[in-house]
Protein backbone atom coordinates (compact mmCIF):
# COMPACT_ATOMS: atom_id res chain seq x y z
CA UNK A 1 0.00 0.00 0.00
CA UNK A 2 2.62 2.50 0.63
CA UNK A 3 4.67 1.66 -2.05
CA UNK A 4 1.47 2.20 -4.10
CA UNK A 5 1.35 5.68 -2.38
CA UNK A 6 4.44 6.40 -3.16
CA UNK A 7 4.22 5.59 -6.64
CA UNK A 8 1.08 8.04 -7.04
CA UNK A 9 3.09 10.94 -5.31
CA UNK A 10 5.62 10.90 -7.78
CA UNK A 11 3.67 10.09 -10.91
CA UNK A 12 1.19 13.41 -9.26
CA UNK A 13 4.61 15.58 -8.84
CA UNK A 14 6.10 14.66 -12.27
CA UNK A 15 2.87 15.62 -14.08
CA UNK A 16 3.35 18.85 -11.99
CA UNK A 17 7.01 19.57 -13.04
CA UNK A 18 5.84 18.84 -16.11
CA UNK A 19 2.76 21.10 -16.71
CA UNK A 20 4.76 24.22 -14.61
CA UNK A 21 7.55 23.58 -16.98
CA UNK A 22 5.29 23.96 -20.11
CA UNK A 23 3.71 26.85 -18.57
CA UNK A 24 6.78 28.80 -17.68
CA UNK A 25 7.79 28.15 -21.56
CA UNK A 26 4.32 29.44 -22.58
CA UNK A 27 5.35 32.61 -20.18
CA UNK A 28 8.14 33.46 -21.63
CA UNK A 29 7.31 33.25 -25.29
CA UNK A 30 3.99 34.88 -24.49
CA UNK A 31 3.02 37.71 -26.97
CA UNK A 32 5.09 36.57 -29.55
CA UNK A 33 5.32 33.94 -32.55
CA UNK A 34 7.28 32.19 -34.93
CA UNK A 35 6.06 32.93 -38.18
CA UNK A 36 8.28 31.05 -40.53
CA UNK A 37 9.69 27.87 -40.29
CA UNK A 38 13.08 26.62 -40.76
CA UNK A 39 11.78 25.37 -44.20
CA UNK A 40 9.88 28.74 -44.74
CA UNK A 41 12.99 30.98 -44.36
CA UNK A 42 15.44 28.37 -46.20
CA UNK A 43 13.47 27.10 -49.16
CA UNK A 44 12.07 30.30 -49.71
CA UNK A 45 14.17 30.92 -52.80
CA UNK A 46 15.50 34.51 -53.73
CA UNK A 47 15.35 37.24 -56.79
CA UNK A 48 19.11 37.98 -58.03
CA UNK A 49 19.16 41.46 -59.06
CA UNK A 50 22.97 40.85 -61.09
CA UNK A 51 24.92 37.49 -61.72
CA UNK A 52 25.60 35.89 -58.42
CA UNK A 53 28.72 34.49 -56.65
CA UNK A 54 28.74 30.79 -57.90
CA UNK A 55 31.84 28.76 -55.86
CA UNK A 56 30.86 25.91 -58.63
CA UNK A 57 28.86 23.14 -59.83
CA UNK A 58 27.31 20.14 -58.65
CA UNK A 59 29.00 17.69 -61.54
CA UNK A 60 27.78 14.11 -60.22
CA UNK A 61 25.34 12.56 -57.93
CA UNK A 62 25.73 9.26 -55.95
CA UNK A 63 25.13 6.02 -58.22
CA UNK A 64 25.38 8.68 -61.51
CA UNK A 65 22.12 9.87 -61.72
CA UNK A 66 22.11 13.03 -63.77
CA UNK A 67 18.99 14.46 -61.45
CA UNK A 68 16.36 12.88 -58.70
CA UNK A 69 14.76 13.87 -55.33
CA UNK A 70 17.82 12.84 -53.61
CA UNK A 71 17.28 12.38 -49.62
CA UNK A 72 19.38 13.81 -47.16
CA UNK A 73 22.22 11.44 -46.08
CA UNK A 74 22.97 10.61 -49.94
CA UNK A 75 25.82 12.47 -51.62
CA UNK A 76 26.51 14.40 -54.54
CA UNK A 77 30.26 15.61 -56.36
CA UNK A 78 31.19 19.15 -56.69
CA UNK A 79 33.93 21.19 -58.40
CA UNK A 80 34.37 25.01 -59.18
CA UNK A 81 37.37 27.36 -59.45
CA UNK A 82 36.00 28.57 -55.95
CA UNK A 83 36.12 25.52 -54.29
CA UNK A 84 39.62 25.46 -54.24
CA UNK A 85 41.22 24.92 -50.79
CA UNK A 86 37.86 23.51 -49.06
CA UNK A 87 38.17 21.43 -46.05
CA UNK A 88 36.05 18.90 -44.43
CA UNK A 89 32.72 19.66 -42.60
CA UNK A 90 32.52 23.21 -44.34
CA UNK A 91 28.91 23.66 -45.82
CA UNK A 92 27.29 24.97 -48.98
CA UNK A 93 23.88 25.94 -50.64
CA UNK A 94 23.15 24.45 -53.93
CA UNK A 95 20.59 26.94 -55.92
CA UNK A 96 19.15 26.46 -59.35
CA UNK A 97 18.59 29.89 -61.73
CA UNK A 98 14.51 29.81 -62.91
CA UNK A 99 12.66 32.64 -64.33
CA UNK A 100 13.70 35.83 -65.40
CA UNK A 101 12.20 38.68 -64.68
CA UNK A 102 12.55 41.55 -67.32
CA UNK A 103 14.42 44.59 -65.74
CA UNK A 104 14.53 43.12 -62.64
CA UNK A 105 16.47 39.84 -61.93
CA UNK A 106 16.58 36.09 -61.83
CA UNK A 107 14.56 33.74 -59.92
CA UNK A 108 16.63 31.47 -58.24
CA UNK A 109 15.23 28.31 -56.59
CA UNK A 110 17.02 27.10 -53.45
CA UNK A 111 17.76 22.83 -53.65
CA UNK A 112 19.60 22.10 -50.87
CA UNK A 113 22.67 22.93 -48.14
CA UNK A 114 25.71 20.06 -48.21
CA UNK A 115 28.48 19.28 -46.21
CA UNK A 116 32.20 18.55 -47.38
CA UNK A 117 32.84 14.68 -46.37
CA UNK A 118 36.11 14.26 -49.04
CA UNK A 119 38.23 15.92 -50.88
CA UNK A 120 39.38 14.13 -54.13
CA UNK A 121 42.20 15.50 -57.00
CA UNK A 122 39.05 16.93 -59.21
CA UNK A 123 35.74 16.60 -56.80
CA UNK A 124 34.45 17.19 -53.58
CA UNK A 125 32.28 14.59 -51.94
CA UNK A 126 29.55 16.51 -49.95
CA UNK A 127 26.38 14.82 -47.70
CA UNK A 128 23.52 16.55 -48.44
CA UNK A 129 22.37 17.85 -44.96
CA UNK A 130 18.67 19.38 -45.92
CA UNK A 131 16.83 19.24 -48.86
CA UNK A 132 14.05 21.51 -50.66
CA UNK A 133 13.72 20.41 -54.64
CA UNK A 134 15.16 17.89 -56.56
CA UNK A 135 18.86 18.59 -56.73
CA UNK A 136 20.45 17.96 -60.56
CA UNK A 137 24.01 18.45 -62.26
CA UNK A 138 24.62 21.82 -62.99
CA UNK A 139 22.91 23.45 -59.99
CA UNK A 140 25.13 26.31 -58.49
CA UNK A 141 26.81 25.88 -55.22
CA UNK A 142 27.10 29.13 -53.62
CA UNK A 143 28.77 30.13 -49.72
CA UNK A 144 26.01 29.82 -46.91
CA UNK A 145 24.28 32.48 -45.18
CA UNK A 146 21.62 32.76 -41.97
CA UNK A 147 18.30 33.94 -43.16
CA UNK A 148 15.87 34.97 -40.35
CA UNK A 149 13.16 33.03 -39.18
CA UNK A 150 10.65 36.33 -37.87
CA UNK A 151 9.14 35.93 -34.55
CA UNK A 152 5.89 39.03 -34.01
CA UNK A 153 2.95 39.50 -32.31
CA UNK A 154 -0.21 37.16 -33.00
CA UNK A 155 -1.44 38.68 -36.25
CA UNK A 156 -4.38 40.80 -35.41
CA UNK A 157 -7.20 41.05 -38.38
CA UNK A 158 -6.41 42.31 -41.33
CA UNK A 159 -7.51 45.85 -41.97
CA UNK A 160 -9.44 45.67 -44.71
CA UNK A 161 -9.78 49.90 -45.21
CA UNK A 162 -6.41 50.71 -43.38
CA UNK A 163 -5.20 54.27 -44.33
CA UNK A 164 -2.10 54.51 -46.55
CA UNK A 165 1.08 55.10 -45.36
CA UNK A 166 3.45 55.08 -48.45
CA UNK A 167 6.26 54.04 -46.82
CA UNK A 168 7.94 50.41 -48.54
CA UNK A 169 5.23 50.60 -51.50
CA UNK A 170 6.32 48.25 -54.18
CA UNK A 171 4.38 44.83 -55.69
CA UNK A 172 4.45 41.45 -55.97
CA UNK A 173 6.08 40.38 -59.32
CA UNK A 174 6.07 36.71 -59.17
CA UNK A 175 5.69 33.57 -56.74
CA UNK A 176 7.15 30.37 -55.63
CA UNK A 177 6.72 27.57 -57.81
CA UNK A 178 5.02 29.75 -60.55
CA UNK A 179 1.61 30.05 -58.67
CA UNK A 180 -1.15 31.77 -59.95
CA UNK A 181 -3.51 31.82 -56.86
CA UNK A 182 -2.04 33.20 -53.47
CA UNK A 183 -2.94 33.18 -50.25
CA UNK A 184 -1.25 32.37 -46.46
CA UNK A 185 1.46 30.37 -46.20
CA UNK A 186 3.08 30.83 -49.79
CA UNK A 187 6.25 32.76 -50.92
CA UNK A 188 6.05 35.68 -53.07
CA UNK A 189 8.22 37.98 -54.59
CA UNK A 190 8.60 41.71 -54.35
CA UNK A 191 9.93 44.44 -56.33
CA UNK A 192 11.00 46.42 -53.49
CA UNK A 193 14.04 45.93 -51.08
CA UNK A 194 16.68 47.48 -49.03
CA UNK A 195 16.79 50.54 -50.59
CA UNK A 196 13.17 51.29 -49.76
CA UNK A 197 13.68 50.66 -46.51
CA UNK A 198 12.70 47.15 -46.30
CA UNK A 199 14.63 44.93 -43.53
CA UNK A 200 13.73 40.74 -42.85
CA UNK A 201 10.98 40.65 -40.05
CA UNK A 202 8.99 43.74 -41.61
CA UNK A 203 5.67 42.94 -42.38
CA UNK A 204 3.49 44.32 -45.23
CA UNK A 205 0.05 45.25 -46.11
CA UNK A 206 -0.73 43.57 -49.54
CA UNK A 207 -3.65 45.86 -51.25
CA UNK A 208 -5.63 46.27 -54.51
CA UNK A 209 -7.38 49.50 -56.17
CA UNK A 210 -10.60 49.17 -57.34
CA UNK A 211 -10.17 48.90 -60.89
CA UNK A 212 -12.48 48.15 -64.02
CA UNK A 213 -10.30 45.14 -64.56
CA UNK A 214 -11.67 43.36 -61.03
CA UNK A 215 -15.07 44.19 -61.10
CA UNK A 216 -17.71 41.25 -62.66
CA UNK A 217 -18.25 42.03 -66.56
CA UNK A 218 -21.99 42.26 -65.99
CA UNK A 219 -21.54 45.30 -63.07
CA UNK A 220 -19.01 47.61 -65.74
CA UNK A 221 -21.86 49.55 -66.74
CA UNK A 222 -22.34 51.01 -62.94
CA UNK A 223 -19.29 51.03 -61.76
CA UNK A 224 -18.20 53.56 -65.00
CA UNK A 225 -21.14 55.25 -63.91
CA UNK A 226 -20.46 56.07 -60.29
CA UNK A 227 -16.14 55.71 -59.99
CA UNK A 228 -16.20 58.65 -62.15
CA UNK A 229 -18.62 60.63 -58.99
CA UNK A 230 -17.09 58.48 -56.12
CA UNK A 231 -13.33 57.96 -54.90
CA UNK A 232 -12.84 54.21 -53.98
CA UNK A 233 -11.05 53.19 -50.75
CA UNK A 234 -8.26 51.00 -51.86
CA UNK A 235 -8.78 47.23 -50.23
CA UNK A 236 -6.71 45.74 -47.99
CA UNK A 237 -6.29 41.82 -48.85
CA UNK A 238 -3.85 40.01 -46.77
CA UNK A 239 -0.23 40.88 -45.14
CA UNK A 240 3.57 39.28 -45.77
CA UNK A 241 6.79 39.14 -43.51
CA UNK A 242 9.85 39.66 -45.09
CA UNK A 243 12.25 36.90 -44.60
CA UNK A 244 15.26 38.47 -47.54
CA UNK A 245 15.92 41.55 -48.85
CA UNK A 246 18.09 42.55 -51.99
CA UNK A 247 18.65 45.77 -52.95
CA UNK A 248 15.34 46.66 -54.93
CA UNK A 249 13.23 43.53 -54.74
CA UNK A 250 12.58 40.93 -51.14
CA UNK A 251 10.97 37.76 -50.51
CA UNK A 252 7.85 37.41 -48.51
CA UNK A 253 5.77 35.10 -46.96
CA UNK A 254 1.99 35.66 -46.88
CA UNK A 255 0.98 35.43 -43.17
CA UNK A 256 -3.26 36.36 -43.92
CA UNK A 257 -5.18 36.89 -46.56
CA UNK A 258 -8.84 37.25 -46.56
CA UNK A 259 -9.30 37.32 -50.71
CA UNK A 260 -6.95 35.59 -53.25
CA UNK A 261 -4.00 37.47 -53.66
CA UNK A 262 -2.61 37.88 -57.03
CA UNK A 263 0.22 39.01 -59.02
CA UNK A 264 0.82 42.84 -59.10
CA UNK A 265 -0.77 43.65 -56.15
CA UNK A 266 0.46 46.46 -54.18
CA UNK A 267 2.58 46.26 -50.71
CA UNK A 268 3.06 48.87 -48.21
CA UNK A 269 5.29 48.61 -44.93
CA UNK A 270 2.50 48.17 -41.83
Known sequence: MRSSRALCTFLVLTVAVFLGSGVAHAQATKGTATVASYTDAYCSGFVAESPIAELGQVVGIQGGRSKNEVS???FVYLAGEGMRG??????FFIVRPGERI?????????????KIVDV??????AEITFSCNPLGVGDAVLAPEGRLQPVTPPAAPVDRFAAPRGQGQGQ???????????GQNL?????????QGIQPGNTLRVFRYASEGSVNVFSRDIYRKYSKAYQYPREVLGECVVLKTGKNTATALVTQSVEE??????VELK
Not at 86 to 91: H, S
Not at 261 to 266: E, N
Open 120 to 125: RDTVLV
Open 86 to 91: VNLNQE
Open 102 to 114: KNIGTIYDDVAHV
Open 172 to 182: IIASKSHLIQL
Open 187 to 195: IVYLNVGAE
Open 72 to 74: VGE
Open 261 to 266: LAIGDH
